[in-house]
């Protein structure tokens, strides 16, 4: 059994779902009581690991969840969460800073999940990725939106519609922290190679142009009137095809299960690389509207 701790973020909506995947319901009034969402015994599981350590600056959360979901272990040193496991999982807590639990953590070596964002600007994304590499720990931080069954399942329709002249993603605002999601869904379809970024959104909206290496175009629109969920759009020489990407039990179990693999393995799902153009373009993307005249911004430098 493959054993893993729990870090920060406990009661917030990724901790809980990941804690359950691994762990059950132990507690299935605490559950309703806390809103964890529909019944657990609807949602997919990973057997093959456990939680069974968990700390939290807010200790109560940490002992909720542990009671919710059945973890042995509440931690009152965050360094605790580094002995007898065999890998760390650092869960979102809404700041996009919770990487900073990873700092008393690094030293104990072990594969280490860091929830989406990986960070909130280009800089702390690069120190985050230089700290893992200086002490040899195989890191993975992505948007369960870039491993949608939807998306998958699309293939051979994409296929259908010949040469792709242009992907449109959808996604909530705000553009790092919720706009991970809808790059992501660009990224599973094109993979790497973005090249550069321009954003011509103004006042609560978002619009931005993504250019791959290959010439391939990617759109994202971030709107918070209208909540629009997740969506992706793909424009062949062909036709249209629209995707709704609404599998959340699925897309958090696949990346879950490639955290899993990654700790079995050494191997990460995704390079150093990878991970930080993911952050760069969005933060690009941010600075080229912030400048305010819809700058090309430019990966490379």
Request: with cysteine; proline share 4%; glycine share 12%.
């Amino acid at each position: 059994m493959i054993r893993l701790s729990l870090v920060g973020g406990t009661m917030i909506y990724h901790g809980k779902y990941f804690g359950h995947m691994f762990n059950g319901c132990v507690d299935r009034q605490l559950w309703e009581r806390h809103g964890f969402g529909p019944d657990p015994s609807n949602r997919r599981r990973i057997t093959e690991a456990r939680v069974v350590k968990v700390w939290d600056e807010k200790r109560e959360d940490a002992e909720t969840l542990a009671r919710v979901v059945g973890i042995d272990e509440v931690c009152d040193d965050i360094t605790e969460c580094g002995q007898d496991v065999d890998g760390i999982l650092i869960a979102d807590d809404c700041t996009c800073k919770h990487y900073r639990h990873a700092d008393p953590l690094w030293q104990a070596g072990k594969p280490m999940f860091i929830d989406k964002p990986l960070a909130g600007t280009i800089e702390e994304a690069e120190a985050v990725v230089a700290k893992a590499e200086a002490h040899g720990v195989p890191l993975f931080s992505a948007s369960g939106l870039q491993f949608t069954r939807e998306i998958e399942e699309a293939r051979p329709e994409i296929e259908k519609l010949g040469r792709v002249l242009c992907a449109l993603a959808a996604n909530p605002n705000e553009l790092v922290f919720y706009g991970i999601h809808g790059l992501a869904m660009l990224y599973q379809l094109y993979g790497p190679g973005i090249e550069s970024v321009q954003n011509i959104g103004e006042g609560s909206l978002d619009i931005v142009k993504y250019r791959w290496r290959d010439g391939r175009i990617g759109l994202q629109v971030g709107l918070e009137e209208g909540r629009p969920g997740w969506k992706l759009t793909v424009f062949g020489e062909k036709g249209r095809l629209d995707i709704p990407t609404g599998d959340a039990d699925y897309f958090y179990w696949r990346v879950m299960s490639q955290f899993v693999e990654m700790v079995r393995s050494g191997e990460q799902p995704l390079t150093n690389d990878q991970m930080l153009e993911i952050i760069r373009a969005l933060c690009l993307a941010k600075e080229s509207r912030k400048r305010g005249t819809g700058e090309v911004m430019r990966l490379g430098g």
